[in-house]
C-alpha cells in the first residue's frame, strides 16, 4: 500500500522559495508516477508536477519556476519552488499513480501541505 506524506508547506512573500518534501513509503519508481498537485477551494485541482523514469513535466503556471526531484536512496520527492507568486497560494499534494495522467482521478494522494504566498 502506498503512502504518502507530505511536509514543507508555510508562508512565504512573493519572490520568495519554498521546497516540498513527500516520504512515500511502499513506492516503487520504477512503476509508478508520482507527482504534486496543488488545489485551491473552488477551484480544480491541478497538476504541477510529475515525474517518472521517463521525465518531468510541469504546468505551464509554474515552467521554469519550479523542480521536482526524487531521491532514491530515501524514496522521497521534493518540489522546488522559486520566485513563488501570490497565485501559488494552494494545498499542496503528493501524489502517486501508474502514469502522470492517472493522478488526480486515480492517485494515491497524501494529506496535503499548504503554501501561502503573501504579494
Known amino acids: 500500500e502506498v503512502q504518502l506524506v507530505e511536509s514543507g508547506g508555510g508562508l512565504v512573500q512573493a519572490g520568495g522559495s519554498l521546497t516540498l518534501s513527500c516520504a512515500a513509503a511502499g513506492f516503487t519508481f520504477d512503476e509508478h508516477a508520482i507527482g504534486w498537485l496543488r488545489q485551491v477551494p473552488g477551484k480544480k485541482r491541478e497538476i504541477v508536477s510529475c515525474i517518472t523514469n521517463g521525465g518531468r513535466t510541469y504546468a505551464d503556471s509554474v515552467e521554469g519556476r519550479f523542480t521536482i526531484s526524487y531521491d532514491n536512496t530515501k524514496n522521497m520527492v521534493y518540489l522546488q519552488m522559486n520566485n513563488l507568486k501570490p497565485e501559488d497560494t494552494a494545498t499542496y499534494y503528493c501524489?502517486?499513480?501508474?502514469?502522470?495522467?492517472?493522478?488526480?482521478?486515480?492517485?494515491?494522494w497524501g494529506q496535503g501541505t499548504l503554501v501561502t504566498v503573501s504579494s
Open positions: 501524489a502517486a499513480d501508474l502514469n502522470c495522467g492517472g493522478l488526480i482521478a486515480y492517485g494515491v
